[in-house]
């Protein structure tokens, strides 16, 4: 027999299909919907890094739930927000599905793809994540409505190699933007002879690669590229970091090759010891122990601030405050807010943390956990380092601001005149939006980076 549209997609893309097979629509729904069978749940993600302790744990809940729950799980390819989104539309959604995408929540509510869990939410729920985690706007909710839960986030570090910087005679990592320029000439200048060099950028994808760098840089220091205090975009706040890898590029002390540069490419030149810093997030931990297992001697340090001086900001913590959904096409959503809490039970996110697959964020589980064991993930523990508001979501004419930066880095473009482009643009896009109705302006009147540690 045939597959459906839904069967054949996910068949054909899934990277993992962990607990069960694809099998015929109708017998799936006859075993779904037979008196005293088993209810089947899809579960789809995107998240690969996980996999290991994720399919333990639901085959252990496939295995001891008492509701005649079985999950099916199935890791996606990078094509996962296309093909969650055609099977939104084809109304084969999954029941579950990971939230951490480059799907935005506003545009996920706006196809009423997924369920609001207000009224599953009870007093212990409402305890264990309390205030902080819970009603977040842009990043669990909208319009007071509350869509996940969290879990983990990530927070960015400066990596570095310890035997490149004893080699060039540094005995810690920069405090400011400055000594970030300065190390990174003088870690070339001392591996020239062995083709080192002192700074790596991923900028293949300059979403990504600023992401990583610039803005955590920008944030720790206080500012942004939208002033929350008004509610309209200003670029030239970059200035100052676009600047420091600029000088960083025209000293011959970037690894060259970084215009086509992507993530893993430098990793793998970092564990083999040809790169002396870069900056990302806190799944570089597991990247070495298990992608790029590496004998260098390497460390995690907060980044450097704009004047060496205690932080005036906070650094942010990416894709914090949600990780699941339920569909709102869910057939059992029962069943799926059952799965939901065993989940989000302390037994599966206490181990999550330990085994560094992500920065724990809920208070049960940070004082329950042991130190992670993964070598240096301890040092991504949030400090300095907070959950941000989120952009108004709403469309902009032309480039994208990551691109246009990264043209300024090349020498393509002026960055004086780069800011005046995007301003214009991005506050264009906004005002438009406004005026349409279809975006909702956001302004903080009191707004200052350090209260969102509080």
């Not at 729904?29 to 399919?55: E, I, Y």
């Not at 939104?88 to 995408?101: C, L, R, T, V």
């Not at 070495?288 to 907060?302: C, D, L, M, N, R």
């Not at 043209?407 to 473009?413: A, D, F």
């Amino acid at each position: 027999m045939a597959l459906s549209k839904k069967q054949a997609l996910t068949c054909g893309i899934a990277l993992t299909l962990a607990l069960t097979g694809c099998s015929n629509t109708k017998e799936a729904d006859k075993q779904t919907d037979a008196p005293g069978g088993k209810v089947k749940l899809s579960f789809w993600t995107n998240a690969r890094h996980d996999v290991d302790l994720m399919q333990a744990k639901i085959k252990e809940f496939n295995e001891t739930n008492k509701s005649q729950i079985e999950v099916t799980y199935q890791v996606l390819t990078d094509n996962y927000e296309q093909a969650l989104q055609t099977a939104i539309q084809g109304g084969e959604a999954p029941d579950i599905m990971n939230a951490k995408s480059k799907l935005a929540l506003s545009d996920m509510v706006k196809m009423k793809a997924i369920e609001p869990l207000d009224d599953y939410l009870t007093p212990e729920i409402k305890g264990k994540f309390g205030t902080k985690l819970l009603y977040l706007d842009g990043i669990n909710s909208v319009d007071g409505k509350l869509y996940s839960l969290p879990n983990y986030g990530s927070t960015f570090r400066l990596i570095y190699n310890k035997d490149l910087f004893a080699k060039a005679g540094l005995s810690g990592p920069p405090k400011s933007l400055a000594e970030l320029v300065d190390y990174a000439k003088k870690i070339t200048e001392a591996g020239k002879a062995d083709g080192v060099y002192g700074f790596a950028l991923n900028m293949k994808n300059p979403v990504a690669a600023f992401e990583r760098s610039i803005m955590p840089l920008l944030r720790l220091d206080g500012g942004d590229i939208y002033d929350w205090r008004q509610g309209k975009y200003e670029f030239s706040t970059l200035k100052p970091y676009v600047e420091a890898v600029k000088q960083i590029v025209d000293n011959k002390s970037m690894l060259p090759g970084y215009e086509s540069l992507d993530i893993d490419p430098l990793r793998n030149q970092f564990a083999a010891g040809k790169i002396g810093m870069y900056l990302s997030l806190s799944a570089e931990p597991s990247v070495y122990e298990s992608q790029f297992p590496t004998s260098i001697q390497w460390g995690v340090a907060q980044l450097p601030t704009i004047d060496g001086q205690a932080p005036k900001g906070a650094n942010y913590i990416n894709a914090a405050g949600n990780w699941l959904y339920i569909s709102s096409t869910s057939k059992h959503k029962k069943e799926a807010w059952e799965f939901l809490n065993y989940i989000y039970s302390d037994d599966v996110l206490v181990p999550y943390f330990e085994q560094g697959k992500g920065v724990a964020l809920v208070p049960s589980v940070i004082a329950q956990a042991k130190e992670p064991s993964l070598k240096n993930f301890k040092d991504f523990t949030p400090k300095d380092d907070a959950i941000w508001p989120v952009y108004p979501t709403h469309k902009v004419e032309g480039k994208t601001w990551q691109s246009v930066i990264a043209e300024t880095i090349l020498g393509v473009t002026p960055l004086d005149k780069a800011f005046g482009d995007l301003n214009k643009r991005y506050n264009d896009g906004l005002d438009q939006a406004e005026k349409a109705g279809t975006a909702k302006r956001t302004i903080i009147s009191d707004f200052d980076a350090r209260n969102l540690l509080k």
